[in-house]
C-alpha cells in the first residue's frame, strides 16, 4: 500500500461523530497542517483526545472555534476560551483527565490491556463514576483505555515506510497515540528515502504508521 499521500487525501479518512487523537504539547508537537485540512474539511460531532484544547487560533484550538467538536477529554483547558464558553454552555461535553492518567489511558490501548490502577484522583472528583480497587489497603481508580478511530501526529523525519523521529519534545504524545488508533496518520515535516533514517533513531517503527502526508508532492 502507498502510504505517502496528500494532508487532503489524509484527513478524508477522518468521518463525521469519528472519535480521534490529535499528538502536542500547546501546539508543539502537533499536526498543524492536518488540522488545519480538518478545519477546512468541516468534518464535524468529533470526540477529540488530546492533551489540551491549544489556542484559539492555532493548534486544535482552532477545532474547538470551529464548533467541529462534540466531546474533549484533555488534561488541560486554560489557554483557550472558547473551550470554557462551549463547556459552559453545553454545547461541547469536556472530560478533564490528569495528564498522568491520560497518558497511561492511551498506552493501555495500545498495549491492549484492560484499563490502569492509578491513585491520582482518589478522593476527588475525578473518582466520581468510577470504580475503586484496593490493593494492600491502598484504593486506586480503575481508569479504561483511551482508543480512538484515527491518530494524528506530527514527525520530524520520516522515511516512505512510515518510520518517524521525533524532534526533541515535540514527541510528547504521539509516541503513545501512534499505538492506540484503529488508522494512524503522520504528517512528515521532513519526507525521505528508506534507509536514511539511522535504525537507533526511529522512535515509532513503520508498521504503526498507515498513511505519511506531506504538503506538497508525494
Given amino acids: 500500500m502507498e502510504k505517502v499521500v496528500t494532508i487532503d487525501e489524509a484527513v478524508s479518512h477522518i468521518k463525521d461523530g469519528m472519535t ?91 498495549a491492549g490491556l484492560g484499563g490502569i490502577l492509578t491513585p491520582t484522583g482518589v478522593g476527588t472528583v475525578v473518582e466520581e ?20 478511530d484515527v491518530a494524528l501526529l506530527l514527525g520530524h523525519t520520516v522515511d516512505k515506510a512510515g518510520n518517524v523521529v521525533y ?14 488508533a484503529d488508522t494512524v496518520i503522520v504528517e512528515a515535516e521532513n519526507l525521505v528515502e528508506v534507509g536514511e533514517i539511522d535504525q537507533n533513531h526511529v522512535v515509532t517503527p513503520g508498521l504503526f504508521i498507515d498513511y505519511i502526508a506531506v504538503g506538497g508532492d508525494k
Avoid at 34 to 41: E, F, M, P, R, Y
Avoid at 47 to 53: E, Q, Y
Avoid at 65 to 85: D, F, P, R
Fill in 129 to 148: 463514576g468510577k470504580e475503586k480497587i484496593e490493593i494492600d489497603g491502598k484504593e486506586y481508580l480503575l481508569e479504561l483505555p483511551l482508543k480512538a
Fill in 167 to 180: 524532534y526533541g519534545a515535540t514527541r510528547n504524545f504521539n509516541t503513545l497515540m501512534a499505538t492506540a
Fill in 20 to 110: 480521534i487523537m490529535v499528538g502536542g504539547f500547546l501546539s508543539c508537537g502537533t499536526p498543524h497542517k492536518l488540522v488545519d485540512a480538518l478545519v477546512k474539511k468541516g468534518v464535524k460531532d468529533l470526540t477529540l483526545i488530546c492533551n489540551d484544547s491549544g489556542f484559539v487560533d492555532s493548534g486544535v484550538g482552532k477545532l474547538v472555534v470551529n464548533k467541529q467538536i462534540k466531546k474533549l477529554i484533555a488534561s488541560h483547558v486554560g489557554t483557550n476560551k472558547e473551550t470554557g464558553n462551549q463547556m459552559n454552555s453545553g454545547e461541547m461535553e469536556v472530560v478533564l483527565v490528569p495528564q498522568g492518567t491520560l497518558a497511561e489511558q492511551i498506552r493501555a490501548a495500545g
